[in-house]
């Protein structure tokens, strides 16, 4: 195993207060599946009546779990999640599909469920069987003994080389009543070194139809989880899965039935902060990281053109590494726009760097001074804006820099 | 500027011997455009009659040289070739075309030809203002003192961060007479740190029309140039030029107006070598790398999907951070076939590493012995290969790791 990493200098100084989610309870332990000494299998218990939404990764080699939680996702309904860390379960052909559904089965048996109901992850090294032998019969005591408090123990148990557990929480009024949203993601980490995925758990006791979850959901990844890169690497195991539990409803809170009713945009807003604050924590804790850096893009043909841009210049190691350098290198942000593919101009094009121009009309800006830049980009975050003076296209993009911590936890070997 | 890079482990121990190409003379000077104390600008002065094709970048910030090639190819016409290193001009705005119209003024005056027959390149920093004035002054006595064996001192004023400089040469058969190919390049050097650039210069003695010259070269570029990554980053600049002087006509080559035809084989049969040759060279001095790696892919849907699997793989800062550890982690190589949006099948994937199946059939290869792979890839030349099992598209794309040394090189201050 790879040694601790450094943790990172975005990693807050205390977690937050989780209220208990009605509908939910948590439990950890220490399965001892690839770690020692330290929890790496997870459940939620989740009332009946309890609705789920999802979104997974688009990888062509998707892992086990994230097929089953496809097929999961058709009905809707959630009674159990379990997740482990420190073996993917990808690339492991029928022994994977046959882990995931052992899994499944056990966890439908403690709780009284179907199968079907039972959603799983699995983070890891990838390519190695994984014996869901070793760890199916503690779903029963994991499940009899899950609180409605054990958040950050949850949390923990789906690090792997995370350096911070990312937890947040949310309330909102709907009806009379307040209802919670409670959240926590595994970001890019790497163990010794793995695949880097992100797994995202989001709780409410909302009531929420599968469809407006599922809508909801969506649109909130979007324009969170689907406009961060740490490495450029998509992952075979990325999942966000949202339960609703629906227990507020004994409170007063009416169902939510409608994306456009004022119950449905109030909600909408509270989840999508909730993801927005759960995927810049994500990146806060991107492999290595010494800066963060946001990217805002305008002016662009569409609003896809602008994250394509976004992305070019978040995924290019030269743009990344004058970043780790503390370089106002701005040329290489000409650079990725130019090969994005998207339409630019350059004589179009200006550059901000903390809100001070570099780049304006397809030259340097009257009056550029490199050392404003060069001070400015000694600093902890980093703000980049890319005007493409072509149309009205937007799109943010966070991320982070290319450090020799990057290649150092990366390039260890994995044993 | 940056210390000087360690010189990569790839550089040959000596360089090859160059023959005069006929109709090609060449000079090179130091004329203080960034460096101090070694060649920074270089001419080739090419006999009347010269024709040219070229592959330049399709970058949307193009280079103000690129954009002056452009208008040049169209008549297909060369007297003179200018390369400055230190100064990309590039994202210079409308002083920057100024410049490129100087210096083909300047070299079409000494010449005796026309500004259309003189192509530019700049390679180096991106943004700040090329003052041509420094040097246009200096091409006269460039091009009068011009020289046939010039090949060292030419490829070497075009370096920036190139550990060598990259010559190769080839003979061919046409008619009566042997005629000569030589070409040098550029490679993925940073100056202190500016933007990687490739640029390519090849020159035959072969009578070739514009259009046949424009056809192999465009060919021959998709299976070479087209093929090799270093960082994914398309610089503003890249430029492959191939001049054809003719000379040889009067020694017996007939002039080569068909690809068809026995003379246009054996002509591209040559060229495609000598650019194979040049282009690994430059992956060979990739920045900071330790190995060379090649990734051929196969049974994918098209050649085109192959393609793009195979720099899904070599792009990968998981992949490359891999072959920098001789990490045998081919669990990455599966992540990377997954997210590269072609088709894939993970129960059809198979995966070699040095032959050896370490993947089959959506699983670990039956007999799997992950010390052999780990002794393969202590080695300084990986070659994987990768069968999609699904159709008869194939492709070779070569790259080279990501280590410690590239993150250093690209992240010092530029000044």
Redesign the interface.
Known sequence: MAKAAKVSPFAPERLPDMPPVPGVRLAACAAGIRYQGRADLMTAVLEEGTTVAGVL??????SAPVLWCREGLKQGRARVLVVNSGN?N???????SEAARITAEAAARAQGCSPGEVFISSTG?????LDAAKFAHLLDGLIKSAQADAWAPAARAIMTTDTFPKLATRRVRIGTTDVVINGFAKGAG?IA????TMLVYIFTDAAVTPSVLQTLLAAGADKTFNCITV??????SDTVLLFATGAAVARGAPPIADTASAHGQRFAAALHELMHELALMVVKDGEGLSKFVTIEVSGAESDGAARRIGFAIA????VK??F?????????V??????????????R?SITYGGVQV?K????AAGYDEKVI?KYMQGREIAIGVDLGLGTGKATVWTCD???D???I??????
């Open positions: 990764t688009r990888s062509k080699t998707c993917a990808a690339f492991t052909g029928k022994k994977g090294v990838i390519g190695e069987p790497m070194p793995d695949l880097a490495d450029s690497d998509t992952s075979t995924n290019s190691p030269l590494t004058a780790a350098g503390s370089d106002p290198n701005w040329g290489r000409v650079m990725a726009v130019g090969k994005s593919g998207e339409a630019a101009d350059r004589d094009l780049a009309d397809g030259d340097r060069a290319l450090t020799h990057y290649v150092a990366n390039a260890d070997y994995r044993s």
